[in-house]
């Protein structure tokens, strides 16, 4: 674990600042793993299926493509930030299939960011995730706040 000092706190997150995603490799077997135990519809099950739909292969579903999104935010800045959670997600936005065989990268930019009222050692940063495969095509588009301790506060 990261030594307190060196975490990211809400002082840290200025709007313009990013983090960079992936890259991720996406294979067939973690889409049909994910899809046979929290979306099992064929065209995330089976490449004919998929190959049948405008989603053109086997694909990936959206909240697979959202949970590799999470897990690249958590080894990219989560792990080593003075992270509180997040209180909702505000938007998310499937543009492309993610196909079985595709590289996704992206960045995590923060758009903005206020001290809570109701929690004056708590800041909320918004912040604005895209995701795009190795074509360079946007594949997913999310923005969500969260909440994050400053460090001034637990200085004190």
């Known amino acids: 674990m990261t030594a307190q000092q060196d975490l990211i706190h809400f002082e840290d997150m200025s709007p313009g600042t990013e983090y960079p995603l992936g890259p991720k490799q996406v294979t067939a077997e973690e889409i049909i793993e994910f899809a046979s135990e929290f979306d099992p519809q064929p065209m995330h099950l089976d490449a004919s299926a998929g190959e049948a739909t405008i989603l053109g292969g086997l694909a990936a579903s959206g909240w697979h493509s959202c949970a590799m999104m999470m897990r690249m935010m958590t080894d990219s800045y989560l792990l080593r930030a003075a992270a509180e959670g997040a209180p909702g997600l505000d938007y998310v936005k499937?543009?492309?299939?993610?196909?079985?065989?595709?590289?996704?990268?992206?960045?995590?930019?923060?758009?903005?960011?206020?001290?809570?009222?109701?929690?004056?050692?708590?800041?909320?940063?918004?912040?604005?995730?895209?995701?795009?495969?190795?074509?360079?095509?946007?594949?997913?588009?999310?923005?969500?706040?969260?909440?994050?301790?400053?460090?001034?506060?637990?200085?004190?």
């Open 94 to 156: 499937w543009k492309r299939p993610v196909l079985a065989g595709d590289v996704l990268s992206g960045e995590t930019r923060v758009l903005d960011r206020r001290q809570s009222r109701s929690r004056p050692s708590i800041g909320i940063v918004s912040l604005r995730h895209e995701l795009r495969n190795q074509r360079g095509e946007t594949v997913l588009v999310s923005e969500n706040p969260v909440m994050l301790r400053l460090r001034a506060q637990e200085e004190n």
